[in-house]
């Protein structure tokens, strides 16, 4: 077995493993190789992996572990927003878990975590133009308060915004230590107080995802990824916060014809909808159970939805995965 200990526990293991349903010899892409967890589970089933990183330290970790795959695994440094320009179709099955890994939070000089002290960078891909302070040092106050409360959802967004941008524009010291108490400061003391999370978090969340452009990002893949499933394909996506997940949702509900159309006018009936050419695998997202909540604390908010191409002959064929109870 390649499995990959200790590092980086792959979410939904089990439940990624039971929808994926891999025939050996499939040809899967893993969007997000992170560690290797899931693409790890995806060759032992059988499968010919194409993993994708945009951070070339996880590329490089996981090529080295998943080494005796030989070649039926390939490792390419992209974006997941290029997937059509660095795979070709069609493929078996495409698998994203998005977001960073539990690695990349644990490294200080990633200045991704508020509870260690490092840079204010947050790039997961170490060339990006963006850092987490030149945003900060260039966005408006307003367009900063938008940020922390659209991708944040931060009540105190404002209070928040006017904090940082004094605090960035000024003489430092500019790390994360110092960043996480300048946001604990602008919330008020007894609300503070009353939080279960670092009054930090939701702000640390919220730059994340816009110096990585996460939602952009995970448009563009969700637009993609259908289009590149031979007919029977599988399209599964692990999300970690309810902005990820209102997209994968509304996406797989249109294109299993889940979703009813529009009418043309008011008064009007939806016009009759199109034969869908996809089958959603996953009626209610599926999440993990408290074992691997336990073991795992990052597994609470994973949600895993997953969509299949039809095909007369591949749909007739292809039993429906089962998840595991
Ligand atoms: C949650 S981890 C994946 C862990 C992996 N499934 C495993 O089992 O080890 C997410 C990984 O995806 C990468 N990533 C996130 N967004 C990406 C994007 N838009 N394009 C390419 N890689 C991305 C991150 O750098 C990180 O290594």
């Known amino acids: 077995m390649l499995a990959v200990e200790g590092v980086h526990k792959p979410v939904l293991r089990a439940e990624v493993l039971a929808l994926a349903a891999v025939r050996p010899g499939e040809r899967w892409v893993d969007c997000t190789l992170g560690f290797g967890g899931h693409t790890s589970a995806l060759l032992d089933a059988g499968a010919h992996v194409t993993g994708l990183d945009q951070d070339p330290a996880a590329l490089a970790a996981a090529t080295r572990r998943l080494e005796a795959a030989g070649d ?39 200045g991704f975590a508020f509870s260690a002290r490092g840079p204010v960078d947050m790039r997961m891909d170490p060339d990006g133009a963006v850092t987490a302070l030149s945003l900060l040092q260039t966005l408006a106050e307003a367009e900063l308060a938008h940020v922390l409360a659209d991708f944040g959802e931060e009540p105190f967004a404002g209070r928040i915004a006017r904090a940082l941008k004094t605090w960035a524009l000024g003489e430092g010291p500019h790390d994360t230590t110092r960043m996480a108490q300048v946001v604990a400061e602008a919330i008020p003391r007894k609300v503070a107080a009353t939080l279960h999370h ?91 159970g408290a074992p691997e909540v336990a073991d795992n604390p990052r597994a609470r908010s994973a949600k895993l939805r997953a969509l299949r191409r039809l095909s007369n002959a591949t749909a007739a064929t292809t039993p429906a995965p089962r998840i595991p109870a």
């Open 72 to 110: 039926r695994f390939t490792a390419v440094r992209a974006n997941f927003r290029d997937l059509v320009r660095v795979v070709e179709g069609p493929v078996d099955g495409v698998l994203a878990d998005i977001g960073v890994s539990s690695w990349q939070l644990d490294q200080a000089e990633r």
């Open 198 to 288: 670092h009054p930090a978090t939701r702000t640390f969340q919220a730059l994340r995802i816009a110096v990585n452009d996460e939602l952009g990002a995970l448009d563009t893949l969700l637009e993609a990824a259908p289009t590149l499933l031979a007919p029977g394909g599988r399209f599964l996506v692990i999300s970690f916060h309810s902005l990820e997940d209102r997209r994968v949702k509304q996406t797989f509900a249109t294109l299993s014809g889940r979703k009813r159309l529009q009418a043309p006018r008011r008064g009007l009936p939806p016009p009759p909808a199109p034969e869908p050419d996809f089958e959603l695998l996953t009626p209610r997202a599926v999440q993990a």
